[in-house]
């Protein structure tokens, strides 16, 4: 055997291998979950939260939390990032209940209380249910998705089945397998990745407004990403840098809260378009 196809046997069986780690490891990459016992008990500082389990179809129970405000103006369903668990992610629930909004936050399969055999379809089933149970006692048009970072891409699946009032994304990416290339750009990810998450497919079938939050510094999911999202439905879509913040510092950053509140309670002005020069077109030279 020549020495050269000696060497390029070797290179594509570790090619292979490496593939194969990945296609079964990939698990402990992408998710960084904290474990929480049966009986731990979520407290938080003026703020009133209900805990609840949800029985799957396939008998995984999904844990959350509803925090709850006197006389809600709605509802936010918060599907958080990749690592932890609810109970770190709640102390977010006040940037929500302070603008009169109820917050429903979930732990995903393997997630703090929440047990099952996590997959990208199971998740997403669990999230409908979650959806559908608070349908039953809430008007669609009072349902507003919020999704942060791995998060973003469920939400944007879900509001592409359903009608909510507003789509949220915090920290977007255009797709997983997208991310995870930046990574690995050798490696066949399009095949090997099991949660390859395509946002972009997703949000092509969203029809309620959809509101972009990304940090202008995030070195985890760049915010060309958001850029690139916020193209696909313009005439819905808004997007807002939030100038120097990173993937998991925007909650520091004061431009973050006033452009929630903006969204939230729809603090817009109405401008009257005939007074602009918005129909005014360069004149070219010739």
Request: net charge positive; with cysteine; proline share 5%.
């Amino acid at each position: 055997m020549p020495y050269w196809l000696h060497i390029v046997l070797w290179v594509l069986a570790i090619y292979i291998v490496i593939s194969v780690l990945l296609f079964y490891l990939q698990d402990y990459f992408l998710f960084k979950p904290e474990k929480l016992p049966k009986d731990f008990q979520f407290l938080y500082e003026n703020q009133v939260v209900e805990e609840y389990n949800l029985e799957a179809r396939d008998g995984a129970i999904i844990n959350g939390l509803h925090f709850k405000t006197k006389n809600p103006k709605g509802v936010v369903l918060y599907l958080k990032g990749n690592s932890k668990s609810i109970k770190g992610w709640g102390k977010f629930a006040v940037d929500f209940t302070r603008l009169g909004y109820d917050v429903i936050m979930v732990d995903y399969r393997g997630f703090g209380k929440s047990i099952g055999k996590r997959s990208q379809k199971n998740i997403k089933h669990d999230l409908q249910y979650v959806y559908n149970k608070i349908r039953e006692r809430v008007q669609e048009k009072y349902i507003i998705l919020y999704g942060r970072s791995l998060g973003s891409g469920f939400a944007t699946k879900l509001a592409s089945m359903n009608h909510p009032k507003l789509l949220i994304l915090d920290a977007p990416y255009y797709s997983l397998t997208k991310v995870t290339g930046r990574y690995m750009p050798f490696m066949p990810l399009s095949v090997i990745l099991k949660y390859p998450m395509p946002t972009f497919k997703w949000l092509q079938y969203v029809n309620c407004p959809v509101h972009i939050i990304h940090g202008t510094n995030d070195k985890l999911i760049p915010f060309k990403s958001s850029v690139k999202l916020s193209q696909i439905k313009p005439n819905l879509t808004r997007l807002y840098p939030i100038i120097g913040g990173g993937h998991k510092n925007l909650n520091t950053f004061e431009a973050y809260h006033e452009v929630m509140e903006q969204i939230i309670t729809e603090n817009k002005k109405h401008i009257d378009l005939s007074t602009t020069s918005i129909g005014v077109k360069h004149s070219s030279k010739k």
